[in-house]
């Protein structure tokens, strides 16, 4: 009785996740075309939500990859762990939402898990060669987003070289609903993923079922979840990605929509999880670069790579200590409460 209790915990633990992750980065969906006014903030948002919940429901290869690859075999760790780890990742996105400082999503989720897995089994059960596929992953999609952002500005440049600046705007403008669009597709198709792999992952170490085959229950779960959390907005994230990095025209904003859209979905595509605010963020950067190097605001930019930096290492530092504060509870406060 009290394993199907935590695996309920999971699941509520894991859809506020979602949830939040959906509020957290509806910035980096829409703020490109909400800062250009190619289309209006509740347009955007309602929008960027139905996309959300169709994305995540096209595939679970992204959710298999964090399901198998951060755990040895999940019968080494218990739902505990699990939501150690993933209080650890929602304090963290809590945290950063309030302050107004794009973070990584999935960063918090992967650091929050190894810390909780860390303080409570230790080394053993951690799969180092999926770990590390993770985190290269995330490390080289906002490099591979600032590169690709940079040649399709350019590209776009010697395009759009006879043209009045009047027309590009206006063109770029109703492109810039497609590639926003596309944009919010491709953030559902792998951004979801990850809490159905939490919650796969749980139901498997609960002896619930055999492998790690996302049910379609949780699927659709987790797709509602994000949608409704995206419907929710981000505005203090919307102000900072949109026009704190780099002073966006609308040619600017498709330009970037389009090629994080591409690069995420890519992603998906070879079942990898990257992080939609370090794409974004990145592509924004390439595009700027592209426009002239100093318009970037690079102060924002180290700002905001810092807090890229420090997400793990704090969220599993948070993980370790939320996996201590529940074992403190449930072996000495519990009990005395019988």
């Not at 990859?65 to 760790?77: E, Y």
Request: glycine share 8%.
């Amino acid at each position: 009785m009290l394993d199907t209790y935590f695996i309920i915990m999971v699941v509520v633990l894991a859809l506020v996740f979602d949830f939040i992750n959906g509020f957290h980065d509806t910035a980096n969906a829409i703020a490109t075309c909400v800062s250009t006014r190619a289309i209006r903030p509740g347009i955007a948002i309602v929008g960027t939500a139905v996309l959300n919940f169709i994305g995540a429901m096209i595939s679970t290869g992204v959710a298999k990859t964090i399901g198998g690859d951060i755990v040895v075999s999940p019968a080494m760790i218990n739902e505990l762990i699990i939501i150690a780890g993933l209080t650890g990742a929602i304090a963290w996105n809590l945290l950063t939402w309030w302050f107004g400082m794009p973070s990584s999503s999935s960063h918090a989720l992967i650091g929050g898990m190894i810390g909780a897995i860390l303080i409570s089994v230790g080394t053993a059960a951690l799969n180092d060669w999926g770990i590390i596929k993770i985190v290269l992953s995330l490390i080289i999609s906002p490099v591979t987003a600032i590169v690709m952002g940079y040649i399709i500005m350019n590209i776009l440049f010697i395009i759009c070289r006879n043209y009045k600046p009047a027309k590009i705007n206006i063109t770029a403008n109703r492109l810039q609903v497609i590639s926003a669009a596309l944009m919010a597709f491709s953030h559902g198709s792998n951004d979801a993923q990850k809490s159905m792999g939490i919650i796969t992952l749980a139901l498997v170490s609960g002896g619930f079922i055999n492998s790690l085959e996302v049910p379609t229950i949780v699927k659709f779960l987790c797709a509602a979840a994000m949608a409704l959390g995206t419907s929710v907005g981000g505005w203090k994230i919307i102000r900072t990605v949109g026009g704190k990095i780099f002073k966006m025209h609308p040619i600017h904003g498709f330009a970037a929509d389009l090629n994080s859209a591409v690069v995420i979905f890519a992603a998906t595509m070879l079942h990898l999880p990257v992080s939609t605010t370090h794409v974004v963020s990145g592509s924004i950067m390439g595009v700027g670069a592209a426009q002239r190097v100093k318009a970037v605001h690079w102060s924002v930019a180290r700002q905001m790579v810092t807090a890229w930096v420090l997400t793990i290492p704090c969220t599993a530092l948070m993980g370790a200590v939320s996996y201590c504060i529940i074992s403190y509870v449930m072996v000495h406060i519990l009990p005395s409460l019988q």
